[in-house]
């Protein structure tokens, strides 16, 4: 047993041990430091730029090798879970479609090392990159196809900064239609230059997915019936997620057959860089839909001061729609609801839809309508207020005052402010709820 004044006075040992060997550790590494002749340990890359968030993706390793960053890009079939309840046979890069994004710095030089598994020969084409012809990657006219296991090896210096794309060019039609591309970001020089505090990219693509199959199909031109983000539909696609009042950048390119006016909620945003470089401040417009033509990239920056869950889609509406015929008869006005009993006797399970719209497509997923195998609804995703009705290239900003810097995690449903949300009027309250703190708002 020990007393309560040896517990006292170890217990002051035992402090004061501490506070020699702490102090003792200082001292030895300020002496360190100071008999040191070695530069200081260079910061990490993320103090050079904001790290850049690919949704449902990320971010190639690099190996520094005498002075090269060195990339490995492995060429082969994928399979690409666009939402669950759907896996799609794709070709892509290390595993993905799109393939990682790659992340330099301007004045690199990299090295990028490409292996083929394909079944057949590819190439890779630097979308946007300034470089010598030979490492353009047009197979047969810049150097000869990547054949299946064979490794090639393209290595430039990054003379300018901004938002680019790799994709094959060789049997480009069918590769790209099956998944093959990806990002390709060169920060600028100077980690003052353009800082955002949240960068965000992803690919727009559009794929042909008969239902009841798990193959796209190359040849389709122009009646596709499946719309993603980064080879998801919503409600597969991750959230942008800022805290209120931060700088947000989001760089969108297109790898598909059509035009895309992809539209945000809640703010106006800029137009800073296309593929083609940066646009001057003068020159900015103030949008809030952006079309992204076939093969390009519109990069659009904004302050994300309104707290909230805001949508980003693209406008066209049948492209935030999952698989759905468009040559079905129009049912819109045609009464036909009652004939559903008869026509079930012949039928059975028959349900007749679309006679006052079609918003009871989602109704009748959850009552059980059978879908072909791999096929997901029409119509998805569930909000606090009900069914969110959307499918395709459709996910959310969300900007919430409490986020630490950096935190991407999905923060859940915004809780609107009491007095903040649209109400029912109806004949026992119509006035609006909650009228002592509802003009108050949100304190911004
Ligand atoms: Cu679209």
Redesign the pocket.
Known sequence: MMTRREILTGGAALLAGGAVSATLRTANAAEKAAASTKPPIPAPPEAHYTPLVTLNGGTLPWKMENGVKVFHLTAEPVKREFAPGMVVNCWGYNGSTPGPTIEAVEGDRVRLVVTNWLPEHTTIHWHGIFLPSGMDGVGGLTQPHIKPGETYVYEFTLRQHGTFMYHPHADEMLQVAVGMMGMFIVHPKSPQTRRVDRDYCFMLHAWDVDPGTFTPRPATMTEFNM?TFNSRVFPGIDPMVARTGERVRIRIANMSM?D?PIHLHGFNFRITETDGGQVPETAQLPEVTVNIPVGAIRVLEFIADEPGDWSIH?H?SH?TMNAMGHTVPNMLGVQHSDLDEKIQKLLPGYMSMGESGMADMTDMVEMGMPLPANTLPMMMGEGPFGPLEMGG?FTLVKVRDDLAPGDHRDPGWYQNPPGTVAWKMDDAASEKPDESGGHEGHSR
């Open positions: 719309w059509h895309h693209c066209k492209h290239m």
